[in-house]
Structure formats: C-alpha cells, structure tokens
C-alpha cells in the first residue's frame, strides 16, 4: 500500500529531446506528489510537485502529468539539457510529513 | 543559510564498531529526517522528529541502530554495531512545519558516505 513504482531506471535521452518518467501508486489516501531531482554527490532536491485535484502542472520546462483514476503521474521534460542530467525521483505522501520515494530513474542527456 | 549539514561526509569502519553520523538542520525548522539511500533499495525513511520528538521510527532496520535530537539543532544516527549490510549512504533532512495544506518541502543534506568493511 505503501509503494510507488517508477520507471525506467535509466534513460538516455538527446539533447533538445522529451525526457519521460513515469510512477505508479496503490495508497489512495496520498495526497501531494513531488518530484526530487538529485545530482551526484548531492542530496536530493525539489523539483516540481501536484495535488492529485489537478491534471497538469508545467514549471518552465519540467510538467507533471496526473492521472487519478490510473494512480499514475509522470515528469517531462521538454528541451532536455545535458545540464538535466541527474537521477530523478517521484514520491507521494499522505498527510503532512512522511514521504515514500520510487526507485528512482538515472537520466543521461547526450549532447 | 547553510542549509542542512552532515558530518562526517565520507566514513569507513570495520564490522562490529560504532558509527555516529551527525546532522545539523536549517536553522527555524522543526521537523527533522534520516534516510538511507543504496542502489538496492533506493530512498527509505528510516525515522522523523517534529519537535525533537521522536514520530515514527518504523522505518529503523533493527536495534542496532538508533536516532536522537536532544535540541532542536542537533540530531545523531548510531549504528552498534555496525555490519558491511549498512552501507550506504544516509541523508538527514529538514523541513518547517505545513502552512495550509501544502506539505512542506524537505531539504536534504549532502549525506553521509558509509562504509562497513
């Protein structure tokens, strides 16, 4: 009930390309999802986030895609960048505090 | 502001010795995490304060590990004694407590590199 699935684990995506990543949940009861970018050597940040009452929420090139009925919810990234390049993480929580991360996805961008 | 510091950033042991990582928060926060992140199973909370007060610590693997935060700028992550399976590395993070009903951001320290030989 806890977890949230991500995928892939690793993409290699073309500089000026769509980056994707997409997660997966079973707990209902979450209610705020955030994604965390993390680059090496470094603590994971945040980087964008949706309440499940809204479908899309687009911050510059970073947009999540939420699909309540599915329990699914996605990052792009449009124009990817090598600057992009870094492990990203989706994660939900349920009430105020607690977060449960994905696996995590390693995205490359090749220039 | 500093933002969340962690210390020591790299430490190797041997099996059977203590390990102390330490973590001071963003000053003004009050809510305070240890997570453990290795390739094999990622990201896990392992115990959060809200108030210096411990709020749920499911997440400790077993009883050889064990978190206090005597002040409100001060936590410690014990492991005794420690076991090569304990290798990872540990992030502490803090965060200020909701406003409304946004969850808040968690901001995380730049870890500790541990190593158990």
């Known amino acids: 009930q806890q977890q949230v699935k991500q995928s892939p684990q690793s993409l290699i995506v073309q500089k000026g390309g769509i980056s994707i990543i997409n997660c997966a949940y079973e707990?209902?009861?979450?209610?705020?999802f955030p994604w965390y970018q993390q680059f090496p050597g470094k603590g994971p940040a945040l980087l964008i986030a949706?309440?499940?009452?809204?479908s899309e929420k687009k911050e510059g090139r970073f947009t999540i895609s939420f699909n309540k009925s599915a329990k699914q919810f996605s990052l792009h990234i449009m124009d990817s960048q090598p600057g992009d390049s870094a492990t990203y993480f989706c994660?939900?929580?349920?009430?105020?505090?607690?977060?449960?991360f994905g696996q995590g996805t390693r995205l490359t961008i090749n220039p | 502001d500093a933002g969340v510091i962690q210390s020591p950033r790299h430490e190797v042991t041997e099996m059977g010795q203590e390990v102390t990582l330490r973590c001071k928060p963003i000053?003004?926060?009050?809510?305070l995490f240890w997570y453990r992140q290795t390739m094999m199973r990622g990201l896990e909370l392992l115990i959060y304060?809200?108030?210096?007060?411990?709020?749920?610590d499911s997440g400790m693997p077993e009883d050889r590990f064990s978190a206090k935060m005597p002040n409100a700028s001060f936590s410690t992550l014990k492991i005794q004694p420690s076991e090569p399976r304990d290798s990872a590395v540990y992030f502490c993070?803090?965060?200020?407590?909701?406003?409304?009903?946004?969850?808040?951001?968690?901001?995380f320290g730049p870890g500790t590199r541990l190593t158990v030989t």
């Open positions: 949706i309440r499940p009452d809204v």
């Open positions: 000053s003004g926060h009050n809510s």
């Open positions: 994660a939900a929580v349920k009430g105020a505090q607690k977060l449960v």
């Open positions: 707990n209902t009861a979450f209610d705020y």
């Open positions: 993070a803090s965060s200020l407590s909701p406003r409304d009903r946004v969850p808040p951001e968690q901001y």
């Open positions: 304060f809200n108030n210096n007060v411990p709020i749920d």
